[in-house]
């Protein structure tokens, strides 16, 4: 079967971090451009970041640049978000996604495979 899982979610006091996985099974992730998107209660996915095929073209949204980390790993066929001085306005559910192509980072409308998700609370 092929599907997208993240892991390594969880509850953190603010100013905590924590280590988001997205791992691939049944296919490679290495021709892909990987996302990560986050959606709070009540409120639309938004877009957090993205990594490029090669691994060497990174992005990310203003309000976690400098705090969010995006890394690939292809010989374990996984993508790591590194997320450092969480905020309780970081809470929500994280799902990452998977578009093809050199040049290509999915979308809010726009993956081939997408994850079911994994809860970030932060929280005192």
């Known amino acids: 079967q092929l599907q997208l899982v993240e892991s390594g979610g969880g509850l953190v006091q603010p100013g905590g971090s924590l280590r988001l996985s997205c791992a691939a099974t049944?296919?490679?992730?290495?021709?892909?451009?990987i996302g990560w998107f986050r959606q709070a209660p009540g409120k639309e996915r938004e877009w957090v970041s993205c990594i490029r095929s090669s691994g060497r073209s990174t992005a990310y949204a203003g309000s976690v640049k400098g705090r969010f980390t995006i890394s690939r790993d292809n010989a374990k066929n996984t993508v790591y978000l590194q997320l450092n001085s969480l905020k309780s306005e970081d809470t929500g559910v994280y799902s990452c996604a998977a578009r093809s192509g050199l040049y290509a980072c999915p979308s809010l409308n726009g993956g081939d495979y997408w994850g079911q998700g994994t809860q970030v609370t932060v929280s005192s």
């Open positions: 049944g296919f490679t992730l290495e021709p892909y451009g």
